[in-house]
Antibody
Framework: QVQLRESGPGLVKPSQTLFLTCTVSGDSISSGDHYWSWIRQPAGKGLEWIGRGYTSGTTNYNPSLTSRVTISVDTSKNQFFLKLTSVTAADTAVYYC?????????????WGQGTLVTVSS | QSVLTQPPSVSGAPGQRVTISCTGS?????????VHWYQQLPGTAPKLLIY???NRPSGVPDRFSGSKSGTSASLAITGLQAEDEADYYC???????????FGGGTKLTVL
């Protein structure tokens, strides 16, 4: 059974950098069979795809966030990461990591349980 | 404003059938990209409900079905149950934005 789990600080100050880790179990990131994505959801609002990474280092980002986002993969630890710079209150959200199929517009399955990140001084 | 448009809310009585629409455009659903549906129960992460327009993952009841035509897709739920009360999201790919996109979500209330 594939499981994903997000971890990281729950509180980040405005203008600082948000860094989250997603730890994968039950599947190997190095197999190259999937992309690995980050998705966020502000309280009471809908889902927003942030971007995805692949074992080769290939990445794809949401154009609205591309100047501030970096997604990377560590196959030795079976983890992938999200870095979001210059955060503001608008970045306050539950952040999910998810497995993404190879190709464009494929489904996300499974998802992590999510981690709440609050941007506040 | 979401690239994919869903009604904010739908409702139905137990046992009834409801449908949730997902309207896109020529740069996403209309191009032929697949549509996927997720169910998000209160306080939990989204769960894949329908993938590639019409397919159900193992464990999803056949009361849930998906369809796609032109620039739109639909999720149908028959034999409504109280446990179906949740938010539902559609997802596809947009070639103009070069990325995955979601609908704004639909809250299903079981009366």
């Amino acid at each position: 059974q594939v499981q994903l789990r997000e971890s990281g600080p729950g509180l980040v100050k405005p203008s600082q950098t948000l860094f989250l880790t997603c730890t994968v179990s039950g599947d190997s990131i190095s197999s190259g069979d999937h992309y690995w994505s980050w998705i966020r959801q502000p309280a009471g609002k809908g889902l927003e795809w942030i971007g995805r990474g692949y074992t080769s280092g290939t990445t794809n980002y949401n154009p609205s966030l591309t100047s501030r986002v970096t997604i990377s993969v560590d196959t030795s630890k079976n983890q992938f990461f999200l870095k979001l710079t210059s955060v503001t209150a608008a970045d306050t959200a539950v952040y999910y990591c998810a497995r993404d199929e190879i190709g464009y517009g494929k489904c996300f399955d499974p998802w992590g349980q999510g981690t709440l990140v609050t941007v506040s001084s | 404003q979401s690239v994919l448009t869903q009604p904010p809310s739908v409702s139905g009585a137990p046992g009834q059938r409801v449908t949730i629409s997902c309207t896109g455009s020529s740069s996403n659903i209309g191009t032929g990209y697949d549509v996927h549906w997720y169910q998000q129960l209160p306080g939990t992460a989204p769960k894949l409900l329908i993938y590639d327009n019409t397919n159900r993952p193992s464990g999803v009841p056949d009361r849930f079905s998906g369809s796609k035509s032109g620039t739109s897709a639909s999720l149908a739920i028959t034999g409504l149950q109280a446990e179906d009360e949740a938010d539902y999201y559609c997802q596809s790919y947009d070639s103009r934005l070069s990325g995955s996109v979601f609908g704004g979500g639909t809250k299903l209330t079981v009366l």
